[in-house]
């Protein structure tokens, strides 16, 4: 038997304060399972959304989207899970299932992916979400719930594209931010093997970063970058909001790659990109192929997030901690 109703927390209208919501629990389609929540991760895509950056949210809007918990029923088409397993999920619930993207694996794409996320009908800050089971994830026995719930998001999102050219002889790699995604990036890529330069404003995070598996750290001063030019091989962005972009364009090789995982404002002459030849390159979410390995790639290295846990009563003190910049490096709400 379902709960008798939903309790979360939700954003009335655009921008506001998260309050106390009740709702009923939705209904499930033959390939849905309900999840109890045990831990949410708080990501700067649920301030997003609570703001309609996208243009796209509906309010009321229960945020979380860095899910992990308990199956606690099934629709009648589920046979890959039960009641009782142990379950991540992110921010794809579900998908078409018929567009070009999705019958080629890359459901990530998915053209009506607007309308796929686990916002839809409400998040994770709440008692229990619904998605689609093959958008649920089983966990490594002893991999800890407030690790699991970071991977489901930020693991995923830095781990696809380093994975991608993981195999290629060029091996210099320029991390740009060492937040919440960058610190977790800086992890993956150590134990890919890349030769990783972390990139802060803050030269305070020096010491961190080469205890994530730095192997340098550079200020993202135009002075300094200079003394990095041409050094990498690619150059990946964790981090969101306003950069002087030329210098770090000049750290990339010739013929290399930016790659962006967060959403930085992009502004740039396209001198040097054009006569350099670099490749912008961007990765969004991941396929399910890139989720189960992430997941079994962190528990045999070793990832470890970063997490303050706090209990999901403090929703709006941990939203107001990232909007702060505050975090460090990634908040997980405990039910």
Request: charged share 15%; with cysteine; net charge negative.
């Amino acid at each position: 038997m379902p709960e008798p109703e939903v309790h979360g927390y939700a954003a009335r209208s655009i921008g506001q304060s998260l309050e106390p919501f009740t709702y009923p629990p939705p209904e499930l389609g033959e390939q849905d399972i309900r999840v109890s929540v045990t831990h949410c991760g708080v990501c700067h895509t649920d301030i997003q959304a609570i703001d309609d950056y996208y243009g796209i949210t509906s309010y009321p809007l229960v945020p979380g989207h860095e899910i992990v918990g308990h199956v606690s029923a099934v629709g009648r088409g589920v046979s890959a899970l039960k009641e009782g397993d142990r379950v991540g999920i992110g921010w794809q619930a579900r998908s078409c299932g018929h567009c070009e993207w999705c019958l080629n694996g890359r459901e990530q794409l998915c053209m009506d992916i607007a309308d796929c996320g686990v916002y839809t009908p409400h998040g994770g800050f709440a008692s229990s979400v619904v998605a689609d089971h093959r958008f649920a994830y089983p966990l490594p026995d002893a991999m800890p719930a407030e690790l699991a719930a970071v991977l489901m998001c930020a693991g995923v999102t830095v781990y696809s594209p380093l994975r991608a050219f993981a195999g290629a002889s060029a091996r210099s790699l320029g991390i740009v931010g060492v937040g919440g995604l960058g610190h977790l990036a800086i992890q993956f890529a150590h134990a890919f093997g890349y030769e990783v330069t972390a990139i802060s404003s803050t030269a305070e995070k020096q010491a961190q970063a080469l205890a994530f598996g730095a192997d340098h750290f550079l200020v993202s001063e135009p002075s300094t970058l200079k003394q990095a030019n041409y050094r990498f091989d690619m150059l990946l962005c964790t981090a969101p909001g306003k950069f002087e972009w030329d210098p770090l364009l000049m750290t990339v090789k010739k013929a290399g790659k930016l790659v962006l995982v967060g959403f930085p404002d992009v502004a740039f002459n396209s001198t040097d990109l054009v006569a350099h030849e670099l490749s912008i390159m961007t990765s969004f979410l991941g396929t399910h192929a890139d989720m189960r390995d992430m997941l079994s790639f962190a528990q045999s290295h070793n990832i470890k997030a970063a997490v303050e846990l706090m209990p999901m009563t403090q929703v709006n003190e941990a939203l107001q901690r990232l909007r702060d910049n505050k975090a460090r490096y990634r908040i997980v709400l405990a039910n």
